[in-house]
């Protein structure tokens, strides 16, 4: 119980505002890399999940190539990166490989969440006359955004994480103190740093949870919706 209580004093310290690396700019950086990783890979997978759903082409590779990705040991491809591109271009390095292993969760959620879709919807949708722009953008997109948003959801936790482990090739962040407070021995600092990535990771999670709920389309709430309305069915008596 000490230990917990030494990890939150060593949070709370008004040391922690200052130093080589104060926490907020830590916690800043952190985000930053989180965000700046997976809004690049989104731009690249979204597009190209959502052109083989609507076109039924390409899934076999997608889906291989997913599964290659994320076969990829986290740490060995930051530091294979860091190799390649040098100590001059390590944040360049490191963004490549965060962006490496959000790709494969966007693609999957944005490919698959217009694969969910009923065919009866599309093909009811074409008989009224809309153009496949309009079913694209009016029906499929709409429909597949849950699914999307569970891809984002999962890429960003992904990267969350190898943000921290990614400090062993220099970039700050969060895993900056668990670093130093293993060099250090210092307990608390690394449990410390370890709740703060923790609670981290638990807060965005709630975040996209809460908006995966919040862009289903309301038709579809109110049909999955069970009805209130209408009366219990008791079961028959006994005989």
């Known amino acids: 119980m000490n230990l917990f209580a030494d990890a939150l004093a060593w949070i ?78 390590k944040s360049q390095a490191s963004v490549v490989a965060f962006v490496s292993l959000a790709i494969p969760s966007i693609l999957a959620g944005a490919y698959a969440g217009f694969e969910a879709i009923d065919r009866s919807v599309i093909a009811a949708a074409r008989a009224v006359g809309m153009t496949p722009w309009q079913v694209l953008w009016k029906v499929e997109v709409p429909l597949g955004l849950p699914l999307l948003i569970g891809g984002l959801r999962s890429a960003t936790l992904q990267v969350v994480a190898t943000v921290t482990i990614a400090t062993y090739v220099g970039l ?46 309301r038709g579809v709430r109110a049909r999955t919706a069970p009805d209130r309305t209408a009366p219990a069915r008791t079961a028959p008596a006994a005989p």
């Open 172 to 217: 700050g962040g969060l895993g900056f103190y668990i670093l130093q407070g293993i060099q250090l021995r210092d307990t608390a600092q690394i449990l410390g740093a370890s709740i703060l990535v923790i609670v981290l990771a638990l807060l965005l999670d709630g975040l996209f949870a809460l908006v995966q709920r919040l862009v289903v389309p």
């Open 12 to 89: 709370f310290s008004p040391d922690r505002l200052t130093g080589s690396l104060p926490l907020p700019v830590a916690l800043a950086q952190h985000l930053a890399f989180t965000f700046g990783a997976v809004l690049i890979a989104a731009v690249i997978a979204i597009p190209t999940g959502w052109a083989i759903g609507h076109t039924g082409r390409g899934r076999e590779f997608a889906v291989a190539l997913s599964g290659a990705a994320r076969a990829i040991p986290t740490l060995g491809l930051v530091v294979l990166l860091y190799l390649l591109f040098g100590v001059v271009y």
